[in-house]
């Protein structure tokens, strides 16, 4: 789908991987394309024919952009790795520079934005009976930013007493036990995954100050420990 933005003034792309959904956006003149859709295991096979498909649509190239967002994890670690190197593929063809971008704080950033909710707390599930947690707050330029650390824990490790908002992702539906007892903080049914059209506040607004980064420096942020990473049958 198409419509207006009020980023007008900066042409890019934004991709995330990282967990059982594919998403990218494209915004070129003010006018942005978007994918979204849920297809596990399948993220290297179709992530770029639909970049291209998205480029078509908008009758435009790699050439026109400002820079390229992705989404840098925490989620599966294969898919965060798809995220990150096929930016970093992308950059290298056309010397753009690269933002990374949380999936945790995507997730806080669409919160805001359907809900006008200003303190979010992101949850993804890790698997392996932990999750992966993030405090979000609202800051100056409307878009959310980190309280604390990203962390990666067992829900009954977590301690949420004094903190109200808003809690996405998929966590909270995976343990909603978590949040019984938290009579201030209101689970969200609609917002599960991390998607790519809430990446476009943090893109845009990191590109503008210059906190970009070149392709060869592009890093995941797996949070877990890879060397204590285990697949499970059946996951990415």
Known sequence: MSKSNNKADVNFLALDASTEALSIVLSVDGVVFHH?????????????????????????????????????GPGSFTGVRISVAIAQGLAYACKLPLVGVSTLQMMAQQAYEDTGEKVVLSAIDARMGEI??????????????????????????????????????????????????????????????????????????NFKIGNTVEA????????RDTVTWKKLPGRE
């Not at 604390?148 to 007493?161: C, F």
């Open 36 to 72: 979204f859709e849920e297809c596990p295991q399948q993220h290297s096979q179709k992530i770029l024919p639909l970049i291209d498909s998205l480029l078509a649509k908008a009758n435009c190239s790699l050439k026109d952009l400002d820079v390229i967002g992705f989404g840098q």
């Open 216 to 223: 060869s420096q592009a890093q995941p942020k797996y949070v």
């Open 132 to 205: 992966y947690f993030a405090h979000y707050a609202l800051d100056d330029n409307n878009v959310m930013k980190l309280v604390g650390e990203e962390q990666v824990l067992k829900p009954e490790q977590l301690s949420l007493d004094g903190l109200q908002g808003i809690a996405v992702g998929t966590g909270w539906q995976t343990y909603p036990e978590t949040l019984e007892n938290s009579m201030h903080i209101t689970r969200s049914s609609t917002i599960t995954l991390p998607d790519a059209l809430f990446m476009s506040a943090s893109t845009v607004n």
